[in-house]
């Protein structure tokens, strides 16, 4: 898919040869701006300029060589590839080692211009995203989380935190381990008139149930064995801001009704005192399975249920939004070279199908634990093999990659309507549920309106 907002300045003094490969370019889907000398091109480029650029070694005045040292100055991260004659293929090579991005030999088929001008472009947005992320990583930009993920499900996840976090409403996050319910609740807080406060996180699955009361309240000194002074609980430190309590349905009994009174009325006693603490927050839970089901077994309370799921965000796991998968890697692929001062690798098709074909049951968490392994080496993951390996698959399986990840990109084009992607793939919808059914890919029901 093309990514939005990056151009490609074309340089051609021949006017029909230009506008050849102009058209070509377009109706790939790429932005083309066509310039007759290298002069002209070179007031356009800047270090900041968000493309790549393809030019003719030989042109009247300033040579396509000429233009490749003015971008080695001025924009050194800019992609440029060179159009030779063959004649110059020598100096092609030599271009390349002065930092030329590839070159094309004419006379050269459209399709070898459009997917090399495509290789290009994917380097340059990895590299603005890298420096976007350094900024971010270094608080000159700070932001809220983002939720990545191009599928219908999580466009109306980012649709539902923008209604609900300008609010105090009680929100509950559902979805599988490692699915990104911390991130969601941390986009809530962070978006909300509260990001100046606090956002406190608890793991209520992962306390046991004898320190639960004093963690969650706080409590005096001598309120118990070993307690020497005062704590601060969690609720009174998250006063003013968001408390976030993972794995709710862990919470025991006995808690959740002392929980609710807070919610409730807005106060709090910590153990081994008598006085009321006013305390103004506002809670986000998350939990996985069905609610319900643990109201109608007796180990959560229906009011407290009520209570916390004033909005409710599903969060579905990647088995079910598989066009979710490359995004996310690569935008983690990104956040290890980062941390770690590494290069960020650019995948090619065949790993991206790959990562696509996978299952993943740790969800978004193992995406990001296998994008570190991959930035730092150290992966045996098959999705890293080298192209050359992929012909260890038939002809049949090659064939449902491609055709499943071309499916995948049309619906996200979509969004995830049915009809309108059918009618750009030129497929029967019948056929095409079909398909989607098949290869466990996210739509959007008829009838149900898009974001």
């Known amino acids: ?54 030019s003719d070694i030989r042109l009247p005045g300033a040579s396509g060589l000429d233009l490749l040292a003015h971008c080695r100055e001025r924009a050194p991260d ?13 100096m092609a090579v030599q271009a390349m080692r002065d930092g030329a991005y590839d070159f094309i030999e004419k006379p050269f088929p459209s399709e070898r211009l459009t997917e090399t001008v495509r290789r290009a472009l994917e380097r340059r947005n990895l590299m603005l995203e890298n ?8 608080g000159q930009n700070a932001v809220a989380p983002r939720i990545i993920g191009r599928s219908p499900a999580m466009e ?13 409403a009680s929100v509950l996050i559902n979805g599988d381990t490692g699915a990104g319910k911390e991130l969601v609740a941390r986009s809530l807080h962070e978006m909300s008139p509260r990001k100046d406060k606090p956002f406190i996180a608890l793991n209520c699955g992962a306390l046991p149930e004898p320190m639960f009361e004093s963690e969650m309240f706080g409590y005096e000194p001598g309120a118990f064995t070993g307690a020497a002074k005062r704590r601060i609980g969690k609720l009174e430190h998250a006063s003013g801001g968001t408390l976030f309590l993972d794995e709710i349905e862990s919470m025991p009994l006995s808690l959740q009704v002392k929980l609710l009174r807070v919610l409730q009325d807005g106060v709090l006693e910590r153990l081994g005192s008598n006085q009321s603490i006013r305390v103004n927050l506002r809670v986000v839970a998350a939990a996985k399975g069905d609610m319900l089901e643990l109201v109608a077994a007796g180990t959560f309370r229906r009011d407290l249920l009520y209570r916390l799921n004033v909005v409710t965000i599903s969060l579905p796991p990647l088995a079910e939004r598989r066009e979710d998968i490359v995004p996310l890697f690569e935008h983690f692929l990104l956040e290890a070279a980062v941390r770690y001062q590494r290069p960020a690798p650019i995948l090619t098709e065949r790993q991206r199908l790959a990562l696509m074909q996978r299952d993943w049951p740790g969800n978004v968490r193992e995406v990001r634990n296998a994008a570190e392994r991959y930035v730092l080496g150290v992966t045996e993951d098959s999705f890293a093999a080298s192209d050359g390996e992929a012909n260890a698959l038939s002809l049949k399986e090659r064939v449902e990659q491609f055709e499943r990840a071309v499916i995948a990109d049309a619906l996200a084009q979509c969004g995830g309507a049915v009809a309108a992607a059918a009618d750009r793939l030129q497929l029967g919808k019948a056929t095409l549920y079909e398909k989607i059914k098949r290869y466990g890919l996210a739509a959007r029901a008829e009838g149900e309106r898009g974001g």
Do not use: C, W
């Open 156 to 168: 109306q996840v980012r649709r539902l935190i923008a209604n609900v976090a300008p609010t105090d």
């Open 1 to 54: 898919m093309v990514k939005e907002g990056l151009q490609v300045l074309y340089i051609e003094d021949d006017e029909l040869v230009r506008r050849a490969g102009m058209q070509s370019l377009q109706l790939a889907g790429f932005d083309v701006v066509g310039y007759a000398s290298a002069e002209e091109a070179m007031g356009a480029i800047s270090a900041d300029f968000s493309g790549a650029i393809v």
């Open 131 to 138: 420096l976007a992320l350094r900024r971010e990583l270094a």
């Open 78 to 90: 800019v992609p440029v590839i060179l159009v030779t004659g063959h004649g110059d293929i020598s």
